[in-house]
């Protein structure tokens, strides 16, 4: 480069340079520098983060109403009007509940993950996570779609009732639940076809190639930024 101060990159026919105070980074395709690269992973971090941590609030709010409408009906006193006093439980509350504790471990599983820039050996890519919240939205969906159809409308004839209040409350979270999840599904797929990453780790601190201050994977040959 003789007494040039820029560091050179040869891409098919032309010449790309880079100055020395900014690292660059070359792929097939383009380059992209470290501070770039180091805040769009930011923003897509934090933007997770932040979907990731409302999940998480409406699978603890979903759990609780669920359980408030399973022990309702599983001790319903023989005075009560609702299936003439005798004991009983929806199996789609039940569904639910199970959705909402799948929420609840699922949600802290995968910030740790982008936080801590976990990566554990069978389950850290991104199309683990993408597999995942697939499985989680069709959970929810089903769940909220078949409580919806079971319970139309409630908030125009039994508002003034407390179980009816309860099933209005548990069927908006069911729906804001799986909201978050489909939300995060199309965030996710969004930023694994731009960057080409389904097997890249799902924290999203990685580059293609191995500059000085990154240290490798633990699981692949791709770099993970510290």
């Known amino acids: 480069m003789g007494g040039s101060s820029d560091h050179e990159y040869s891409y098919l026919s032309g010449t790309h340079?880079?100055?020395?105070?900014?690292?660059?980074?070359?792929?097939?395709?383009?380059?992209?520098?470290?501070?770039?690269l180091k805040m769009q992973t930011l923003a897509f971090s934090v933007l997770r983060f932040c979907l990731y941590y409302a999940f998480w609030l409406f699978s603890l709010v979903l759990?609780?109403?669920?359980?408030?409408?399973?022990?309702?009906?599983?001790?319903?006193?023989?005075?009560?009007p609702l299936n003439r006093g005798q004991p009983f439980y929806d199996p789609i509350v039940a569904e639910l509940a199970v959705c909402s504790i799948l929420g609840i471990f699922w949600a802290p599983f995968i910030v740790h993950m982008i936080h801590a820039k976990y990566e554990h050996k069978y389950f850290s890519r991104v199309w683990h996570e993408l597999l995942g919240l697939f499985t989680l939205n069709i959970l929810w969906l089903v769940g909220a779609a078949i409580s919806t159809n079971i319970w139309p409308n409630l908030p125009a004839f039994c508002s003034q009732f407390q179980a009816c209040r309860i099933l209005t409350a548990m069927l908006a979270f069911a729906w804001m639940g799986w909201i978050m999840l489909t939300t995060l599904i199309f965030v996710t797929v969004l930023y694994a076809s731009a960057n080409g990453a389904w097997h890249e780790p799902a924290h999203g601190y990685?580059?293609?190639?191995?500059?000085?201050?990154?240290?490798?994977?633990?699981?692949?040959q791709h770099t993970v930024r510290v």
Do not use: F, K, Q
Not at 63 to 80: E, M, N
């Open 17 to 36: 340079t880079c100055p020395d105070y900014c690292c660059c980074y070359y792929s097939s395709t383009l380059i992209v520098s470290a501070p770039s």
């Open 63 to 80: 759990l609780g109403l669920t359980a408030a409408r399973l022990h309702y009906t599983t001790h319903l006193p023989p005075t009560d």
């Open 206 to 220: 990685w580059i293609r190639e191995l500059p000085s201050n990154a240290r490798a994977s633990e699981y692949s």
